[in-house]
């Protein structure tokens, strides 16, 4: 049942999705207005006009503690479905929880240890 020719529509749905794009962005770029200005090119952010430069160092803490954050957040998303099934998992299923929640726990320890928590350092 799955061979070649089964994936033939996905290939042309792809294949029309690109081409649109495609087309949509080369004709904007070869149709639209071409007057460039330095009022045009100036940053504009809700009416305020811009103050200095925008490109100053971010401290890698507040990047750290972005993706802890995503880490930690997509970490719980996975135990949505062990609480719509719990019942059905049974005791094999209450070990694979345990055993996430034992490595989640595991990781947690490490990075607070390694001070990626403390921000005064």
Known sequence: MSNSSS????????????????LALGLSHLLGP???????EENFECGIESQG???????????LTAILF??????VIFFYPYAV??????VEGFLAVVSFV????????????????EWEK
Do not use: C, H
Not at 85 to 90: A, S, W
């Open 7 to 22: 994936y033939l529509p996905i290939l042309i749905q792809t294949a029309v999705a690109v081409g649109f794009v495609a």
């Open 70 to 75: 995503v880490l930690f957040d997509v970490e």
């Open 85 to 90: 099934n719990f019942k059905e998992m049974g």
């Open 34 to 40: 071409k007057r460039k200005t330095v009022q045009k």
């Open 53 to 63: 430069n925008a490109r100053f160092p971010v401290s890698v803490k507040y990047f």
């Open 102 to 117: 034992a490595l989640f726990l595991s990781g947690f320890i490490y990075v607070w240890r390694k001070g990626a928590f």
